[in-house]
């Protein structure tokens, strides 16, 4: 059983449009990760989210990505006028242990 | 430039054999490091971590640690089809946090 959901498992959206990625943890965690994978390319971090606040983030994360808990469970990764070069699979992760992170099934975004 | 770098392959082994996957890493300051398996459109599974120089062991997946000559290696004993996926090499860097800096993975096909 997959420790953190996510949805939509794949979204198609038009470029210049916003699209909204979620996860759900299963249970209460307070730091969570996002990572993105370009087809065929290597996973890059993009940006970490502590107690509402971001932690850290990559130089890919730039105005066009925001990260919120809107509801005190849900994580959103928010991609505002997206482009061509945005589509990829989309992970969230949770860390477990301290260090362990464990990956939720992906969201496929894809722009058109 | 921090960087995690890990031959592409395909590494091809028979059913039965030992594989032996390696990465190599540049930042001497790397702190904690993964082993995870991606099956093509899947999300990444870890499967082993090791922080301390020497060998690490789990089942019929042996992780080894050498941190003077920046390297980590994956074996697997009796090598099964079902192993046929991409391995990727991921490690935390000093002052990152938690944060997973990965390389492009290696692809292991183990034939009947």
């Known amino acids: 059983e997959p420790e953190v959901t996510q949805t939509p498992s794949h979204q198609v959206t038009q470029m210049g449009q916003e699209v909204i990625l979620r996860c759900v943890p299963i249970?209460?965690?307070?730091?969570f990760y996002w990572y993105r994978q370009i087809l065929g390319q290597k996973v890059e971090f993009l940006v970490s989210f502590y107690n509402n606040e971001i932690s850290e983030k990559s130089e890919i994360f730039d105005d066009q990505f925001s990260v919120e808990r809107p509801d005190g469970s849900n994580f959103t990764l928010k991609i505002r006028s997206t482009k061509l070069e945005d589509s990829a699979m989309y992970f969230c992760a949770k860390i477990r242990r301290n260090t362990e992170a464990f990956f939720g099934q992906g969201t496929r975004l894809t722009v058109v | 430039q921090k960087e995690v770098e890990q031959n592409s392959g395909p590494l091809s082994v028979p059913e039965g054999a030992i594989a032996s996957l390696n990465c190599t890493y540049s930042d001497r300051g790397s702190q904690s490091f993964f082993w995870y398996r991606q099956y093509s459109g899947k999300s990444p599974e870890l499967i082993m971590f090791i922080y301390s120089n020497g060998d690490k062991e789990d089942g019929r997946f042996t992780a080894q640690l050498n941190k003077a000559s920046q390297y980590v290696s994956l074996l697997i004993r009796d090598s099964q089809p079902s192993d046929s996926a991409t391995y990727l090499c991921?490690?935390?860097?000093?002052?990152?946090?938690?944060?997973?800096?990965f390389g492009g993975g290696t692809r292991l096909m183990v034939k009947p």
């Open positions: 249970s209460n965690h307070l730091y």
């Open positions: 991921a490690v935390t860097l000093p002052n990152a946090g938690n944060m997973l800096t």
